[in-house]
């Protein structure tokens, strides 16, 4: 049954060349293959795949099959600048206001995923996004006339790895063949929303970080990525080999009682420290059994309380640890601070630098632990404290059988 269940997540044809080609003294009929493809999905997806207090191992491996990363001028010329598939140098992106301006870059970055894995709006199941406005206006704006089904999110920097993660359950579940998963962030408007008009010129101090100009998208699927060819000009596969989710840790909500909202690192380390302990935790893992942890947007000052909150649970990960906030900014030269913050942060590294390091071989096991810090401007005001999120998501390189 085993050996079976490792051909799910292939289409039925091809089911069907791989059983000739292993067993030709077999004659299996379409309508054979159908009936136990049928059952034995049955019976796999009602095998348990949640595991320890909040894990998820996929059964069947949930495919990235593109992905998609536009970024604004500042973020270009920085040291990821190369990776990214796109970058604008006007910060308004052609429209009259910054919220215009973000739900644009959301858009180009959602088509993009799409057109590079050879499709079309109408592939698409579902489209899970979200960003750091009010009512997740640069979301609902930017994707209306897409016309896909829509779930906005809303996990502050946390929104690509929340996204993420409904998306491998729905495909894991066989809710959709194509699922689309987005997120973006604009340095302009989350200024405006949360902190200060820009022409007020505000001092920021030295834990701050500075908020990404960048979108990034992935499509999800249950089969592997085609070939790049004409049809599918950018999917996510280097010959034989692709990327996939296989498992997630849902985070939880931290309050250490932090309210300094230039200091997010802080608010969010505590959260991150807890969704990574329980991650090795649930999956029986080292944190040498990943190449690379990525954090979403902790920066210099989160990232040293990280590492000191992990030591007293019995972790070390100071020599895998990477913080996409420090990545994708120099600041030596770009005067960022602490780092790089943001929805957009994570996102647009993930799909810029990221997945492709991983099917080029860079990392075979990667964890992905995207950070928010879940304030509002209501909340902020009226002196609440800034509780942190984190949710991780495992993905790993996966080769492809030589006859795909």
């Known amino acids: 049954m085993d050996s079976w269940c490792n051909l799910l997540p292939f289409h039925e044809d091809i089911i069907i060349a791989i059983c000739r080609q292993k067993y030709p003294l077999c004659n299996f009929s379409r309508e054979d293959i159908s009936h136990l493809t049928y059952y034995t999905r049955r019976f796999h997806m009602n095998r348990q795949m949640t595991c320890g207090t909040s894990g998820i ?10 992905c998609a990363s536009v970024v604004g001028q500042k973020e270009g010329e920085g040291p990821l600048g190369t990776c990214f598939d796109s970058i604008c140098e006007d910060p308004m992106f052609g429209t009259d206001t910054w919220e215009s301006a973000e739900s644009t870059l959301q858009k180009q970055a959602a088509l993009l995923a799409i057109q590079k894995a050879g499709l079309t709006c109408s592939d698409i199941r579902l489209l899970f996004a979200g960003d750091l ?46 699922i689309l998963c987005a997120t973006s962030s604009h340095f302009a408007s989350a200024e405006k929303e949360f902190r200060f008009p820009l022409g007020y010129g505000n001092q920021r101090p030295l834990s701050a970080t500075w908020t990404v100009t960048g979108a990034g998208a992935c499509v999800l699927g249950y089969e592997p ?29 931290i309050d250490f009682g932090f309210k300094d909202s230039f200091n997010m690192g802080a608010c969010m380390a505590p959260a991150a420290c807890d969704t990574i302990a329980r ?6 893992r ?16 989160g990232q040293k309380i990280l590492f000191d909150l992990l030591l007293e649970k019995g972790f070390d990960i100071s020599s895998i640890h990477q913080d996409c906030g420090m990545l994708i900014y120099d600041p030596r030269t770009q005067d960022t601070h602490s780092g790089g913050s943001g929805c957009g942060c994570s996102a647009s590294v993930l799909a810029g630098y990221i997945l492709p390091g991983i099917i080029h071989g860079k990392w075979k096991r990667v964890l992905f632990v995207p950070t928010g810090a879940l304030l509002s401007k209501v909340s902020f005001n009226e002196g609440d404290p800034i509780p942190g999120i984190a949710h991780a998501v495992v993905i790993e390189q996966y080769r492809v059988p030589d006859m795909m």
């Open 57 to 66: 191992s996929f059964q069947n491996p949930v495919f990235i099959q593109s």
């Open 133 to 178: 406005l009010a009512q997740t206006a640069a979301s609902s704006f930017g994707t209306a006339d897409l016309e896909i089904p829509f779930y906005g999110l809303f996990g502050a920097c946390s929104t690509m790895g929340e996204s993420l993660s409904l998306g491998s359950m729905c495909i894991q579940g066989g809710y959709g063949k194509h």
């Open 225 to 253: 990525p085609a070939r790049p060819d004409k049809k599918s000009p950018g999917t996510l596969r280097n010959r034989n080999i692709c990327a996939v989710i296989t498992g997630i840790t849902t985070g939880r909500l």
């Open 279 to 284: 991650n090795l935790q649930d999956f029986h």
């Open 286 to 301: 080292k944190p040498s059994d990943y190449d690379a942890i990525f954090t979403g947007d902790l920066g210099m000052v």
